[in-house]
Each structure stands twice: as C-alpha cells, then as structure tokens.
C-alpha cells in the first residue's frame, strides 16, 4: 500500500522516544512498525491494528492510542497528517 498519511512527531515525543530508546533498544523496531501503519492506516479501518480511539481525550492530547509490543504511541489525526503525542513504556507489573 502507498503512504497516504504524512506521519510527523512532536518535539515532545522526540525528547521522550530519545530517552526511552537509549534504555531499550527494541524500540527502535517497534517504532519503524508502527510509522508504516500510520501511514496507511490510522484509523485502522482495515481492524487489524492495535489502534484504540481514547475516551474523553481532546484533540491535541494524543486521542488515538497504538501498541506495539509494551510500548504504547499517542497520536492525533489532522486531514492527512499524523501527530505524535507521545511514546510511554508499559511495565511489566503494571497489571499485577
């Protein structure tokens, strides 16, 4: 499929993927996976992605969420441009 949506970070989410990253390296592939299916498909119409619409977000604080192995995306979708929000590390006790 052809990339139909301009993925573009926020400098916040640089600033906190830079600092994830350099304590887990399997980000970095996490990452590369999730721009191609924000790409082609951010409101995951096709339903095969792990992209949830948030409840009671507004626009600009991250209203779609994306998993990727235990790291979690926050975007929000502008016309044909994806923002990211936000990059954030689910720990492995959270649910215990």
Known sequence: MTAAFLVRPTRQFERTFDKLVRQHRELAAHYQRVIGILQT??????RSHQI????DVPTGNGQYRIRAGRFRF????EGQTVYL???SLRREDTYR
């Open 85 to 87: 929000k936000a990059c």
């Open 74 to 77: 926050r975007f929000d979708i």
């Open 52 to 55: 949830k619409k948030l409840v």
């Open 41 to 46: 498909d951010p409101y995951n119409s096709s």
